[in-house]
């Protein structure tokens, strides 16, 4: 595996600190931007050259927050992969977050073995949801009683690609779903562009939203 490149943005200095070391203690795993609020974060990646991997967030700080961080942030970088890291875990923040693309939501006080797994599982596989944020995703469908979605005849999703959508949202990764169909990791990546295309989603936490979302998938 390549070595991870992280940027953490938190106004708490020691937390920041403290989480730095953490860090670096992992295999591959090199912390290269780190910043008190959104507004240094965005300033410092428009003067570097190396763009982080993953985004350790938390959403209270002064200046810019973590929710309007996460909005300019997924309009200019992209690529960046968003962990929220926060003491504040209500159900309404952590379904906003997940809408607007959050990769992970995940309470300041995680263990530091699940911490380390959703750090890899969000490099590898673009999302990593707990059963905690699942059950609360879910407890949100039930009751705003959703209808489920009519997704695959509208926009023309085969059953092929909602069978690896399925996959995707049960956090199997690209090699697993390609070894579990019997096709090429090359195939499983195509054809999760063209879900990202069909859906308008613009990262595989995006597809994972949605699919959750309108009841398209079964999750395990």
Known sequence: M???????????????????????????IDVILEASNGQELIQKLHRTTVLPNVLLLDMKMPKLDGIETTKYLQRQYPS????????????????????LGAASYLPKNTEPNEFERAMLEVVDNGFYYTNEVMGIV???????????????????????????????CNQYT???????????????????????????????????AYAMQNEIVKIY
């Open 2 to 28: 390549n070595m991870i490149n992280v940027a953490i943005a938190d106004d708490e200095a020691l937390f920041r600190k403290g989480l730095k070391l953490l860090i670096e203690d992992f295999m591959d």
């Open 138 to 168: 879910r407890e949100d469908m039930i009751s705003k009683n959703r209808v489920r979605s009519r997704v695959s005849m509208n926009n023309h999703i085969s059953s092929r690609e909602l069978e690896i959508l399925e996959l995707i």
């Open 80 to 99: 960046v992969k968003i962990i929220i890291l926060s003491t504040h875990f209500k159900k309404s923040f952590v379904l906003h977050m997940i809408e």
């Open 174 to 208: 690209t090699s697993e779903i390609a070894g579990k169909l019997y096709i090429s990791p090359r195939t499983v990546d195509g054809h999760r562009n063209n879900l990202l295309s069909k859906l308008s989603c613009k990262n595989t936490a995006g597809l994972v």
